[in-house]
């Protein structure tokens, strides 16, 4: 059952949203839950994408994603109204949501989109939301203002001083820590080696902190197991044990070098896929939809 | 003329022509049928078939299979179809293969197995139907029993190049679907078990829909076992018969995740369940160095390569596998083998087998033993690995191995490996498979609480492959543990059975209230 595209936008140079028609997986969604995609029915590779949103009435569900290889381009390269061949899900455990007290939330670069719902439904379970969010620079920062909406206090920054503070997310994170009314926990979504640095930050104080892997999958259902990371030196799945773990207990080290076994063949894909894909719009900043 | 020398085509059609005029007379004795040499499956060469995915065996010619079926005695008591966990009518099948009457043949098969061509080609025979076959017993050796596979595998590929499918209109009535009866039933996963229960069901009458976890249907004859050992075409072909009887398949479709059982059932209208998702979770070692970058599951590295074709990187495919040149892949089962034989495929230039008992422990079937040591896997028994040695970068270098001796039989009946104290060595590699068996996926068992398991994690069924819940059903690997196709699909036979007969009564009593009204 193909998958139509019935919006789609730009958000910055290489990251890019969609609202797709999958009905099921927008019922039996919930924030935390990933979906794999393939794109065609030929031998497309899968790969997992959070889900940012979803809307049960229209059916459909909100991704978002980085142009960082042969796949992720391709799917920048679809419009509204072409059609992704496969996306099963909503796959992973569900995020634990209840009222913690105060939570602050740290997403970096694309990070903040799995971090959204999140965020929201922490929101709404009476929690007092800190948003902290970093790019490498100004253009490379997503959903700034839906950040805003449901946060109680927002903190941006830029590793390049183009807007917001000029930081890594960790400094803002310390001082949150070290303030007298000090979080009850924290959310940290982004780069392997950010989510690293907000454990080291928040070990320290003793906050709890959930941070999503993005590990390298096949199946999604527990089924390889190419995905697997080392929890307190135990090997866990993060497709059916995560992808939500606690930050204290991740070894980070090993998680990056796996993430980066395939790079030399993934490049060489993407290189490929550069040099003789005919479809490369150039999308303009609003959103694009059926209805123009 | 006698057996013994014949090598050429020419020499077999001639051979065949005087036995079968004999036959028709009424005059070929069981001493004549002895004589007959079992007839070889022509292969691959195998340097050549290291370099390429293609089938391995060949297939047999028409006269080949004739002149193999003669040597069938036709037994009275058929020892053969006992061996047979679908009972298929195995002596009759083989005799209409004698005469040239295939069509007839393979209906034969068809009435009791929906995938001759995949057993053909992966059933372990020389554990079942061939073990007891009469004319191997005679010779005191099982590899000289009538190759009742290669024959069931002839007949059912001369069955695909007649037809386009192996049950198309043609000959038979496999592709019979009785009236509609209103019933909907609803089979999870679409390997070998899930496709027979489907079929079986669907010909009862029932509205049946498969659900698939992954992309592509056909379970683990499209993610586990190789194109070189059963191509991905031909179960396609199989699946589209079922396709063609009026069973729907929906794909990307995991229940206990995009619907769970409950909900097929309470508000899906779905009047029962097949749970049929096979073995599901690969099993580690638990050895230090096992999440090491090089280390896969069998389960990954043959899902990389076979269903999304990785071996084609490049050239159409975008999932990349690992290159390894010096591999080490854990495990004596078909699965270790055939993780074996694609790594030598995929370039590797030194791989070892190292399985902690002894080549008579294997669990692998012969023929698979034979095929990867003649590819140049080399055998290392009776030793297993410690833990496994990465670099500073996780990658794998290597593996800290022990030798083992065999003790006495353990509750699985085979001797028990004893590691050798102080025995360590080390093999360089840079990759290393893991093949040592699967547990059950936890996915439905966390999300269908009325549904009772065993302490492995497997569903417990009854005789009838009935569950502990009203109107599911389960069988195959999620039952059974890790076992084969034809066994998996045996439990589909039988509980579709119980699925019609439940749906049935179902009905029945739906309409009795009514009726005294």
Redo the contacts between chains.
């Keep these: 059952?193909p998958h139509k595209i019935v919006a789609k936008k730009q958000l910055s140079q290489d990251i890019f949203t969609a609202e797709i028609e999958a009905p099921?997986?927008a019922q039996?969604g919930s924030p935390g839950q990933f979906v794999i995609v393939?794109i065609n029915?030929?031998?497309?590779?899968?790969i997992p994408l959070t889900i940012t949103d979803a809307d049960v009435r229209k059916g459909t569900i909100r991704l978002i994603w980085q142009r960082v290889g042969?796949?992720t381009a391709e799917l920048s390269d679809l419009q509204v109204g072409d059609e992704i061949?496969?996306?099963?899900?909503?796959?992973g455990r569900p995020t634990r949501i209840e009222n913690f007290g105060t939570v602050v939330c740290v997403g970096g670069g694309i990070g903040s989109a799995p971090l959204l719902p999140i965020a929201k439904a922490l929101k709404d379970a009476g929690n007092k939301i800190i948003s902290i969010l970093g790019a490498r620079s100004k253009n490379l920062l997503i959903l700034e203002d839906e950040f805003r909406r449901i946060s109680d206090e927002l903190i941006v920054t830029t590793d390049d001083g183009s807007y917001g503070r000029k930081a890594l997310v960790t400094e803002p994170l310390k001082e949150v820590c070290h303030r007298k009314a000090r979080p009850d926990r924290a959310f940290a979504i982004g780069p392997a080696l950010m989510m690293k640095f907000c454990a080291e930050v928040t070990r320290q104080f003793d906050i709890p902190i959930q941070v999503s892997l993005n590990t390298i999958m096949?199946?999604g259902?527990?089924?390889?197991?190419?995905c697997?990371?080392?929890i307190d030196g135990k090997?866990k799945?993060v497709c059916?044990d995560g992808p939500e773990f606690d930050g204290h207990k991740v070894?980070f080290?090993?998680m990056i070098?796996?993430l980066n076994?395939?790079s030399s063949?993934?490049q060489?894909?993407y290189e490929?896929y550069k040099k003789f894909s005919r479809r490369r719009h150039g999308d303009g900043p609003g959103w694009t939809t059926d209805n123009g | 003329m006698r057996g013994d020398n014949i090598t050429t085509e020419e020499q077999r059609r001639q051979l065949l022509e005087e036995l079968f005029e004999k036959k028709k007379a009424g005059k070929l004795t069981p001493a004549e049928r002895f004589k007959i040499p079992p007839q070889p499956m022509p292969e691959q060469d195998h340097n050549d078939r290291r370099h390429n995915v293609n089938e391995v065996a060949l297939g047999y010619t028409e006269t080949v299979a004739r002149l193999e079926a003669m040597r069938c005695l036709q037994c009275k008591n058929a020892p053969c179809i006992k061996g047979c966990p679908v009972q298929i009518r195995i002596k009759d099948f083989v005799a209409a293969i004698a005469d040239g009457r295939y069509e007839e043949a393979l209906d034969i098969i068809k009435e009791n197995s929906l995938l001759p061509a995949v057993c053909g080609r992966v059933c372990p025979q020389e554990v079942q139907c061939q073990q007891t076959c009469t004319v191997g017993v005679k010779f005191k050796d099982p590899t000289k029993a009538v190759s009742i596979g290669r024959l069931e595998r002839f007949v059912a590929d001369h069955g695909l190049a007649v037809a386009g499918t192996a049950t198309d209109e043609g000959p038979g009535t496999s592709l019979a679907v009785a009236p509609q009866t209103g019933m909907r039933v609803a089979v999870i996963g679409s390997g070998p078990a899930g496709i027979v229960a489907a079929a079986d069901t669907r010909r009862a009458g029932h509205d049946v829909t498969i659900f698939e976890a992954f992309h592509k249907p056909g379970g683990v004859m499209v993610y586990g076992i190789p194109e070189f050992r059963l191509p991905k075409a031909i179960v396609q072909k199989e699946i589209d018969t079922v396709a063609k009887m009026g069973v729907k398949i929906i794909c990307n479709f995991i229940v206990g995740r995009t619907r769970t059982v409950d909900q097929l059932m309470n508000e899906d209208g779905y009047d029962a369940v097949y749970i049929g998702v096979g073995a599901g979770l690969p099993t580690f070692m638990g050895i230090e160095g096992e999440s090491l970058i090089g280390v896969y599951s069998a389960n990954e590295y043959l899902t990389r390569a076979n269903l999304m074709r990785a071996y084609d990187f490049g050239k159409g495919a975008d999932t990349p596998i690992a290159h390894p040149k010096k591999v080490a892949v854990i495990g004596g089962g078909n699965v270790a083998m055939d993780s074996a034989r694609m790594a030598v495929r995929l370039g590797a230039e030194k791989v070892n087998l190292v399985y902690r008992r002894t080549e008579n422990e294997m669990p692998a079937r012969i023929e698979e033993v034979r095929h990867a040591k003649e590819e140049g896997v080399e055998f290392r028994i009776l030793q297993s690995p410690k833990r496994i040695i990465g670099d500073e970068n996780c990658h794998v270098v290597g593996i800290e191995c022990l030798k083992y001796r065999l003790g006495e039989p353990d509750e699985s009946g085979r001797r028990r490996p004893i590691p050798i104290e102080g025995s360590e060595f080390t093999i360089e590699l840079d990759a290393v498979i893991i093949a040592i068996g699967n547990v059950a996926n936890p996915l439905i068992r966390q999300t269908t609480p009325a549904l009772a398991f065993n302490k492995r994690g497997n569903i417990i069924v009854d005789e009838d492959c009935k569950t502990s819940m009203e109107g599911v059903y389960a069988g195959g690997d999620i039952v059974l543990g890790t076992a084969t196709v034809i066994l998996a699909m045996g439990q589909g036979r039988i509980a579709a059975a119980a699925i019609n007969e439940y749906l049935a009564r179902k009905k029945e009593t739906a309409k009795q209230p009514t009726d005294r009204r």
């Design positions: 059952m099921l997986i039996a393939s029915n030929q031998y497309a590779e899968r042969k796949t061949a496969n996306i099963s899900g909503p796959l096949v199946d259902t527990g089924m390889c197991g190419g697997r990371v080392e090997p799945f059916v070894n080290d090993l070098k796996r076994a395939y063949q993934e060489q894909a490929h």
